[in-house]
């Protein structure tokens, strides 16, 4: 009876996945029974971030499928920063003015990869800034070794209409607040989890009310699955993590991140 009581609760608990690749082709042999373990989790709620316009396709038959759980963002991520930026650029204008999208993103600067791209990872980051200025869309930032830069481009963008989530967020203290100042959520992930992830020493000085989690799923799978697979369902992980970080309950950790991610995207 108490299993079946909790299970109910449970099944109450609303966690939302701010940052899900649902149509990677890992899950090409079992997206729906992936989508389903995550439901049953609890985790409702799917936002999809936009690599290319590669990726543009499967993410429509994804809504279509999944209307009330699904939530699309148009963009073009910095790894796929190349050549054809801008007809990648002119792709992601004409999405933006045919339908609703709830942000732009992935976007940012990824100095891992490539470096030789920085120069037209920095044009199309600020231009897809301004594309979410103008349409009044929340920003979801990919940073990966390029805080600098980021930032140096986020504070020339800087204003009351520049919000957004910082994706994966793997800085320190100072580069936190920072990222606050500019009205931005950090994304939590498995990160959180690694023994070596750092921000979980410094995050309890953070209120929560500036956290939305995340998996970024296929990749950076929390403990106890670290480097294998990942998928939504294991946003719950990322839950319990906080949860004891902050000393609270896991229910509390989805209540405050799943009303910051409405807070963010409107939905
Ligand atoms: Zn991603």
Redo the contacts with the bound molecule.
Sequence with gaps: MQSILKFTYFCRMILTDT?T?LYAEEFDLDRDQMMQRAILKGVSRFFV?A?NSTCTQAMYELEEKYPENVFLMAGL?PCYVKENYQEELVHIENQLSGRKFTAI??IGIDLYWDKSTLGIQKIAFKHQIQLAKKYKLPIVI?CRESFDEIFEVLESERSDDLFGVF??FTGNFEQAQQAISLNMKLGIGGVVTFKNGKIDQFLHQIDLKHLVLET?SP?LAPVPFRGKRNESSYVYLVAEKLASVYGVSIETVARITTENSKAIFGI
């Design positions: 940052h690749h971030p690599v991520h993103g992935e990919h994706h994966c970024d990749y």
